[in-house]
């Protein structure tokens, strides 16, 4: 779970599903009014308040986007009293609009040259070649769309994925509009062919 404070009433919740999966939540019963999903509900807000001092008292609004394959994105808004003074506000907050929307994009985040090239070997023996390659803030990322996993069956691909990276939190947009492109296509087996 990671929690990135967005405006001083708005914070954004990243939970992949291997957080969903720890406190026994399926995917289906994120959007179920179950015990199990208030108490994930909570377990948010206490790591809200510790991480970025937001904390979730009065009317507050939820929005929950699905990102396939990765998690998904929780947006928590608090409601604006009336009452409340301008000056209250924290300035360093810069007030913002954010859209997420589900695509069939896979995009992960590596620490290290060497764990691509695990993975691309790796995938490479599996009959993947596809993908694209970036780097940006001294990380890695490779880029998926969903009919490139085949042969593999989604989840154990993303299975694979997981054991070399981890499910990026900052947009592919962003990586591709400041990062750099180091592969544009096929990604895996040139990886594969230079690096085996």
Known sequence: M???RLTYNKIKIFLTFDDLNERGISKEEIWQDIPKVHQLFRDMMT?????????????IAVEVFSL???????????????????????????????????NDEIFYEFSSFEDVILLANRLYSLEIKGG???????????KFEEEEVKPLD????IAILAEFGSSST?????????????????AVEELHRYFK
């Open 2 to 4: 990671r929690v990135e």
């Open 47 to 59: 790591e809200a308040d510790d991480e970025v001092g937001f904390k979730a008292d009065g009317p």
């Open 68 to 102: 396939p394959a990765q998690g998904m994105v929780v947006i928590v808004t608090k409601g604006i009293n009336e009452y409340d003074l301008e000056e209250e506000y924290d300035e360093d907050y810069i007030e913002m609009q954010v859209t997420l929307d589900e």
């Open 132 to 142: 694209r390659l970036f780097s940006f803030n001294n990380h890695f990322y490779l």
């Open 154 to 157: 989604l989840d154990l691909f």
């Open 170 to 186: 900052i947009t592919s947009y962003r990586v591709i509009e400041y990062g750099k492109e180091l592969m544009k296509t096929e």
